[in-house]
């Protein structure tokens, strides 16, 4: 027993150190910047940051989209996932594949389809103007709605995959033995589907929220400067104001809240244990 623990540590030792020397170490000495100020430790980076009423918004805006994100993926997700996992074979493949698909393409690509949607002569403004709602182009781009709806589109998939997962594990008779006893449908996804698919809700919250948090390549381009969210003002720091310091410190504070988020979502999902 001991003989093959050496072995698979032996084997693990070379990606283990690679990890450290590449990832983890310039990493940490990055992190560490957002505890220094002035050439001493000090917490001050954060008081400044925090003092200042545009980080402050900035930070709540990030903070609501990522939840406003993973709450409509998780609503969505549940009622694709129980629609999916009650489809026959072939059916079935099919759509699961369609869900999959917008993975396998670009997020630049795809967060590019959205101006052409949204834009001034996109979609939804020929719309808007052909059915006399306005009589001029309304702004749609470099709003929070754009973000919003660039994040969701972007990270559903990962929300649906998850609770997919989940809801293949359900036993197949407990739905049916609820609604011969009289339980709505309501009542079935309060005390059975949600307590049930627990695992796969925290998976697919972690991945939404965080990705909703960190991604880049949305909001700069759905959001511009108006619609400035961490990860965008991470970028202006290092690569406009060249205050890596400030950089640090936004991203410790990206990492905090994503762990926060998992442990808040795993206590949520024992609460009833």
């Known amino acids: 027993m001991f003989e093959n ?17 590449v990832f983890l170490v310039p990493v940490a000495i990055f992190l560490s910047e957002a505890f220094r100020f002035e050439g001493s430790w000090s917490l001050q980076g954060y008081v400044q940051f925090f003092s200042e009423p545009l980080n402050q918004s900035v930070f709540f805006r ?28 072939k059916a079935r493949g099919q759509i699961f594949g369609l869900v999959v698909l917008p993975l396998m393409i670009s997020p630049v690509a795809r967060t590019y389809a959205w101006i052409v949607i949204l834009g001034r002569t996109g979609i939804v403004n020929d719309t808007i103007v052909w059915l006399g709602l306005s009589d001029t182009p309304i702004r749609l781009l470099f709003t929070e709605t754009a973000v919003f709806l660039g994040l969701l589109q972007l990270f559903l998939p990962l929300m649906i995959i998850s609770l997919v ?6 036993p ?7 609604r011969v006893l009289g339980a709505n449908w309501f009542q079935v996804f309060t005390r059975i589907i949600l307590p049930l698919t627990k695992e ?42 060249n205050d890596f310091v400030s950089a640090s410190v936004i991203a410790m504070i990206l990492i905090v809240m994503s762990f926060s988020a998992n442990l808040l979502l795993k206590r949520i999902a024992t609460a009833r244990r």
């Open 5 to 21: 623990r050496r072995e698979g540590l032996a084997l693990a030792l070379p990606a283990a150190t690679f990890t450290l020397l």
């Open 62 to 89: 990030t903070l609501r989209l990522g939840a406003l994100v993973a709450f409509t993926s998780a609503i969505i997700g549940y009622a694709a996932a129980f629609c999916i996992v009650n489809l026959d074979g």
């Open 165 to 170: 997962s989940a809801m293949e594990n359900l």
């Open 172 to 178: 197949r008779d407990v739905i049916p033995a609820a």
């Open 200 to 241: 796969g809700l925290v998976m697919g919250g972690t991945l939404v929220f965080t990705g909703a948090l960190t991604a880049y390549i949305t909001p700069a381009i759905l959001g511009g400067s108006k619609v400035l969210m961490l990860e965008t003002l991470l970028y202006q720091k290092v690569n406009v104001s």
